[in-house]
């Protein structure tokens, strides 16, 4: 009956530190980088399709996926803070395993930035779909997904 106790009061202690955001450290500089990581691997994956076929298959539900996740790092910066977008970038780098690097990585949150005045809703419903298994029906044809799919590709060109 003690040992329940403790564990109880253990569970009960780690609920409070976590919801006083004691355990989470900065929070924000980690959901950050986090954030940063999953762009950058996205990106870089991306990178590399873009690079040996020329294209991106709207097709492929892993294309998908990185695209919603490209989505997700560009919509996280709008309104971000510099200390956001320095950790941001930090998880950039890493995650792109410095495909993103020092010396383009400006050019890349620029090019990221510029997807949030571009209607991305197609892409990013497609990338939903994409991850629960589905496949969605989107090409270049669906609406605001070319102009989409143009920036996209600009950005990833622009790492050559």
Do not use: H, W
Not at 29 to 56: R, V
Not at 154 to 160: A, C, F, R, Y
Request: glycine share 10%.
């Amino acid at each position: 009956m003690k040992a329940l106790k403790r564990i109880a009061a253990a569970c009960a202690a780690v609920l409070l530190l976590t919801s006083c955001s004691i355990l989470q450290g900065s929070g924000n500089g980690n959901s950050a980088s986090a954030t940063g990581t999953n762009t950058g691997s996205a990106i870089a994956a991306l990178y590399q399709i873009l690079k040996a076929t020329g294209t991106i298959d709207l097709s492929n539900l892993t294309n998908l996926i990185n695209l919603g996740k490209i989505l997700t790092g560009a919509n996280s910066l709008t309104g971000a803070t510099t200390a956001f977008t320095d950790e941001f970038a930090s998880g950039l780098i890493k995650g792109s395993q410095n495909l993103v690097n020092g010396s383009n990585v400006a050019k890349v949150l620029t090019g990221l930035q510029s997807l949030t005045s571009i209607d991305t809703s197609a892409l990013s419903t497609a990338a939903t779909f994409a991850a629960t298994g589905s496949q969605p029906e989107i090409n270049n044809s669906t609406k605001g997904v070319s102009t989409a799919m143009t920036a996209i590709t600009t950005l990833l060109k622009g790492l050559e």
